[in-house]
């Protein structure tokens, strides 16, 4: 069994959720490598979030991003962690509600995803900066 680990921090992204498919692939050429396993990709942070979905239409990524805003409203006056600012709490309940990994089959070399499917970054706070994500592939 052949496995590989790297981690890999992204740009800064604005607030919203942002596809990092090309991103990965870009920084884990040894892919290509593996016939049949697994790529488990996890971010290290506590207020933004991975998740996949739809990769073609961009209205999907905008109004995921309004949902949640509206499910996960800033200035909640029941929050007491609010000394980082108002964005803080809801993005670190943003996160916990879109989870903090996924994994993805990898097929031939390739990942297995569906024809419109993409990893998404959820970017949760208004200026989060650079975030890390670890990537770790295995398999045969």
């Known amino acids: 069994m052949k496995s590989f680990q790297k981690q890999i921090r992204l740009k ?3 607030r919203g959720f942002h596809l990092i498919t090309h991103t990965i692939l870009e920084n884990l050429p040894e892919i290509k ?3 049949t396993g697994l790529l488990h990709i996890f971010i290290k942070h506590t207020s933004a979030s991975l998740t996949i979905n739809e990769n073609a239409d961009s209205s999907v990524r905008h109004d995921l991003e309004k949902h949640m805003d509206e499910m996960v409203p800033e200035n909640a006056p029941y ?3 609010t000394y980082e600012g108002p964005d803080d709490m809801p993005a670190h309940i943003k996160s916990s509600l879109m989870g903090s990994s996924v994994q993805i089959p990898i097929t031939n070399g390739r990942l297995n995803l569906g024809t419109w499917q993409g990893v998404y970054l959820g970017e949760h706070r208004d200026h ?3 975030r890390s994500i670890v990537l770790t592939c295995f398999g045969t």
């Open 79 to 81: 929050f007491v962690h």
């Open 128 to 130: 989060g900066g650079q």
């Open 12 to 14: 800064p992204y604005n």
């Open 33 to 35: 490598e593996i016939n």
